[in-house]
């Protein structure tokens, strides 16, 4: 089922790239001009026949056995002259191959149109500026008129749109006018019929493809909805259900029995009775660690395939989120996290960059919460609608950016994942550094938990529940750590930076070495840089490395990306056994780096990583 959802993803990509194309080049038709489209501003319509006395044609009979065999023969006029028009190879329209002979029909003699008489014809069709700049003898394929499968002379005339005529080589017929305007035209043309490689025709081989494709698309789109359906994403909440399941941890010790609701997966369902299951993704079955196992079995889905091997399957592996309670009579949970549900009140909302806010919260009613620095909490985002704004503002209005006309959308219920941004060791709060993930040009939807956080007003509340400890300082280490984060990244490390600098300021001990790489875009973008700047000032053992990949010309650090920085600093960390890796970052930051660290030789172990997807 992944397969068919990754083609079906990418086959609406080229869909809706053509339909973009079919609406403009549609949209162009409508408003061009017919005339100039069909390279007509220059065309003469007049007729130049001259009337000949027939009685002075050569007889038939002699064309004919002076020529090679002739399907046909018929007489035809050019520049007021009278000619016979054999013609031997005779294709469906004149366009098509056909081989002619053009014979004197007064004296029988074979003529053979040249450069000179090609260009009085054109002339006869012509009423532009008369110059010339050059005559051709092409052979198809011809650009301008793709369908023609026959020789023609190019006769370019010199005039403002550039005028070519062209005239076919052994009959002397007018292929057509062509200039700028019909070359233009041909563009949209070629992009509504899809004619790519330029055939001169709708029936190609790309539209018979991009057929298969829009069917394929259709066939896959019914294929998803069925395995949704069937996996129970579109039960409406008036007819749900509830039922009691059996609980077990990873011991097979009996956790009691607790009522799921059918309408909610079962990573939500056990929330409700603060049963928290470790996930990052949101329930998106990507991070595959709301792991359990299902008795009866539950028919398997495509996320399950990805995370468990077949033998696991059998065994009744499945991931929580993307599984109801329907028919669930055991379930027993493989890693169940100690934490419960917290309601969080805002108490600061600022802007720390254009794109990137801190958000402050207060645990209602509740002492503060202990956690290890690194750690993340999951927030309930609810159903609503939101506002989202395009990347591409003004500087100034940046700041401003709640005042500026939005693009509203709609999302639905979900959950999200942030890291902590400071450690509880120096602040009773709850802090999370949270990048608004905004609609690019309108083109996709915004980040709905982003959006949600960060337009909250200060006094308002919000569900969580955590904090999930699973990223954090090896306890009781003197090994030196090396951490490298990006964009909102930050936050965790930050966290466990601070970490260390509150234990040596409370047992009044050395700070181990920490090397701390940082990449953003801009000055702007740099996080907290004052203070890493300070921390690095008040302790030798602490190294940052702010790296910029668009600088200004202003900037006198290091330039690139956070990864290439660390590579080049390497091995001047330390010996590769003392050195503790910590990563925090977008995913292809954190690949290249595990692989270069890999590279590198250092362990497993010794590389620690929050990916938060």
């Not at 549609?26 to 003469?44: C, E, P, Q, V, W």
């Not at 960060?454 to 400890?469: D, H, L, Q, V």
């Amino acid at each position: 089922m992944i397969l068919i959802r990754k083609i079906h993803k990418w086959a609406s990509v080229i869909v809706g790239i053509q339909f973009l194309l079919w609406l403009l080049s549609g949209i162009y038709f409508n408003l061009m001009d017919h005339t100039k489209a069909a390279g007509h501003t220059y065309r003469s319509h007049a007729h130049h026949q001259t009337e000949v006395n027939n009685n002075n044609f050569i007889d038939l009979k002699e064309v004919l056995n002076n020529f090679k065999p002739a399907i046909s023969i018929e007489p035809t006029y050019i520049l007021g002259q009278a000619y016979y028009l054999l013609t031997h190879q005779k294709g469906l329209y004149k366009n098509f191959k056909n081989r002619y002979s053009l014979v004197n029909a007064l004296t029988g003699d074979k003529v053979v149109i040249d450069s000179t008489l090609a260009l009085e014809i054109a002339k006869q069709s012509y009423n532009g500026p008369s110059d010339t700049s050059s005559i051709k003898l092409l052979h198809p394929p011809i650009e301008d008129f793709p369908k023609q499968k026959n020789a023609a002379w190019q006769i370019n005339f010199v005039n403002d749109i550039n005028t070519s005529v062209y005239i076919e080589a052994e009959s002397g017929r007018l292929v057509g006018h062509s200039d700028d305007h019909k070359r233009f035209a041909g563009i949209f043309f070629m992009l509504h019929f899809m004619d790519y490689a330029n055939e001169g025709s709708f029936n190609n081989i790309q539209i018979i493809l991009f057929a298969f494709i829009t069917l394929w698309l259709s066939f896959s789109g019914l294929i998803w909805t069925v395995d949704l359906g069937l996996r129970g994403q579109y039960r409406i909440k008036y007819f749900s259900k509830s039922q009691g399941v059996k609980l077990f941890d990873k011991n097979q010790k009996s956790m009691g029995t607790v009522i799921l609701s059918n309408h909610t997966n079962l990573l939500d369902g056990l929330i409700e009775h603060d049963i928290a299951l470790p996930s990052t993704c949101g329930g998106g079955g990507t991070c595959g660690r709301c792991r359990v196992m299902i008795n009866p079995m539950l028919k398997s889905t495509s996320a399950d395939h990805v995370h468990f091997s077949d033998k696991e399957l059998q065994q009744g592996y499945r991931l929580a989120c993307q599984h109801f309670s329907t028919d669930v009579e055991h379930m027993t949970l493989m890693d169940v996290t100690e934490a419960k549900k917290h309601t969080l009140v805002l108490s600061e909302s600022r802007f720390l960059t254009p794109f990137m806010k801190e958000l402050r919260f207060k645990v209602l009613g509740e002492v503060p919460i202990s956690y290890k620095a690194g750690a993340f909490m999951r927030f309930f985002i609810p159903a609503g609608k939101g506002v989202s704004i395009p990347l591409n503002l003004p500087e100034h209005l940046k700041a401003n950016w709640h005042h500026i006309e939005q693009l509203e959308y709609e999302h639905l219920a979900c959950t999200r994942s942030y890291s902590l941004a400071e450690s509880p060791l120096v602040t009773d709060e709850l802090v999370f550094t949270i990048k608004i993930q905004t609609a690019p040009q309108h083109k996709t939807l915004p980040g709905v938990g982003s959006s949600y956080l960060c337009n909250m007003a200060e006094g308002t509340s919000i569900e969580a529940i955590g904090p999930f400890e699973e990223f954090f300082a090896k306890k009781n280490s003197q090994k030196t750590m090396v951490l490298l984060g990006a964009g909102s990244g930050m936050a965790p490390l930050k966290s466990l930076i601070e970490e260390q600098v509150a234990i040596k300021n409370i047992e009044n001990i050395n700070l181990r070495n920490i090397h701390f790489f940082y990449g953003a875009r801009s000055e702007d973008d740099l996080l907290y840089a004052d203070e890493f700047y300070r921390f690095a000032e008040n302790n030798e053992s602490f190294h940052y490395y702010p790296t910029l990949s668009k600088p200004s010309d202003d900037w006198l650090g290091a330039t690139g990306y956070a990864q290439e920085i660390l590579s080049l600093n390497f091995e001047t960390l330390g010996h590769i056994d003392d050195l503790e890796f910590y990563l925090c970052g977008p995913k292809n930051m954190m690949t290249e780096t595990i692989n270069f660290l890999k590279a590198k030789g250092v362990k497993d172990s010794a590389i620690a990583f929050d990916d938060f997807t």
